[in-house]
């Protein structure tokens, strides 16, 4: 196996969504990027949160499936006020799962759906 990678496949909203995590994560790195021709459409993004590997793409195939919050990136906050900057954003437009509460396995956490149908766990210890 030469490596193993999170893919988030996108129906037309993956260049909106990368500036949307750029926002959101000042240490997001766009690593490379390409469009399909004539297009603002992603053909492959590879991004990288922390040293998460993460590939983004639009679809060119529409499906009748879209994310799932049984998979979820999972996201350690580095202090209250980060958890909380980053679950308002994240809401906006989304959903909360899980509100930003204590529940005894973390300080604070919070699952989020973004408004791309992401699902995002954040925790604060």
């Known amino acids: 196996m030469k490596s193993a990678t999170t ?13 949307q995590y750029q926002q959101w994560f ?13 297009s603002q459409q992603v053909a492959m993004a590879i991004l990288n ?11 060119v195939i529409q499906h009748n499936f879209t994310f799932t919050p049984a998979t979820s990136i999972y996201v350690e906050c580095e202090s209250v006020e980060e958890i909380g900057e980053l ?22 956490f919070a699952w989020i759906e973004d408004r791309f149908g992401v699902s995002w766990q954040l925790t604060y210890n």
């Open 7 to 19: 893919f988030l496949m996108f129906q037309g909203q993956a260049n909106e969504a990368i500036q």
């Open 26 to 38: 000042s240490e997001l790195r766009v690593e490379s990027l390409t469009y399909m021709e004539d």
């Open 49 to 59: 949160l922390k040293g998460l590997k993460i590939m983004i793409n639009d679809s």
């Open 87 to 108: 679950v308002t954003q994240i809401l906006e437009g989304g959903q909360a799962l899980m509100p930003l509460d204590n529940y005894g396995f973390s300080k604070q």
